[in-house]
């Protein structure tokens, strides 16, 4: 937070989930805001905040415009800081964004609150939608803006906006591509089938830069990393040359995809050097059908082995409960499969339900 600055024109409110947490797509939308990114300025806050002192800090800056992230974990918050920011100073632009409030849009209690919507990725039509406002005074421009995926190629990266706070304290998350190829129900990636990979050179000049400032600590938000194999052990070499005690980098695999060339360099890791997100969500094979979730138990089980038993890969493996047709003793039956392979970490999750989520259906 730039605490210097005593007028923005645009501020991005982040309400993250804890102090520990980054805001990535405000640092995004403000990365990819051209002309007005010296205009502009990121706020966080955690969930802890009281929507009056939010919005006190808000309006110090007297900002013409302000956008606000809504996701599942804070559109409670989100939703009474809209409703204070507009009864105080109903002539702010309120611009709403994130995949809380893309989906069933105009159903939700804090779109009364909104002049404007960015339904989808903003980096592009954010910046526009801004300068519509503040270079020509716009008016009239449509509530509810639907926005295309981008083209990855095209946009700025945001890790310059990592402060040495940031860099010192919290979680660094990094993406090397966006999609999923897999239409698993109660997933939003399932939405955006086509997975786009950032340029590596940009992308590992980025990392360079974010290692000589004393990053360590990379987690991967991609949906899909080993999806391309090769691609997967370019990071993985990169990030090995260039290994500083205290490294740590986490990615969320699919599991029964591990190439032996792939098992092979994470070998060559050291310990304490990768976690895996491994999303099993249940071993039920008729429930994985009915949710469109791939699912070779027989490959996964080995697959989970050889990571257990060869490598030194810190295992964090999930598991939802609630998926539609999971009853209590199929779910006793899967978590104690899940058990048996020794995983270092089990999260489970209860099912929630996501906006726009094709689970919906059931």
Sequence with gaps: MNQQAYKSDIVFAAFNARYAHCSFGARYLLANMGLLRNRSELMEFDLQVQPRIAVERILERHPQIVSIG????????????????????????????????????????????????????????????????????????TKIIKSEPVDVTQIELPYDLYTDEDIAHRAIYVEASRGCPFQCEYCMSSLDPCVRYFPEAKLFSAFSNLLDRGARRFKFVDRTFNIDVAFALKVLAFFKERREPGMMLHFEIIPDHLPDDLIEAVKQCPPGMLQFEIGIQTFNETVAHRIKRPLNIEKIEANMRCLREETDVHIHADLIAGLPGEDLDSFEAGFNRLLALKPQEIQLGILKRLRGAPIDRH
């Design 70 to 141: 809504c996701y599942i974990w804070n559109i409670d918050l989100a939703t009474q800081v809209a409703a204070l920011l507009k009864s105080v100073r109903p002539d702010v632009r309120l611009i709403l964004g994130g995949p809380e409030i893309s989906y069933e849009t105009e159903a939700q209690d804090i779109f009364q609150y909104a002049d404007h919507v960015v339904c989808g990725e903003g980096e592009i039509e954010l910046p526009k939608l801004c300068q519509r406002i503040l270079y020509h005074g716009e008016t009239k421009t």
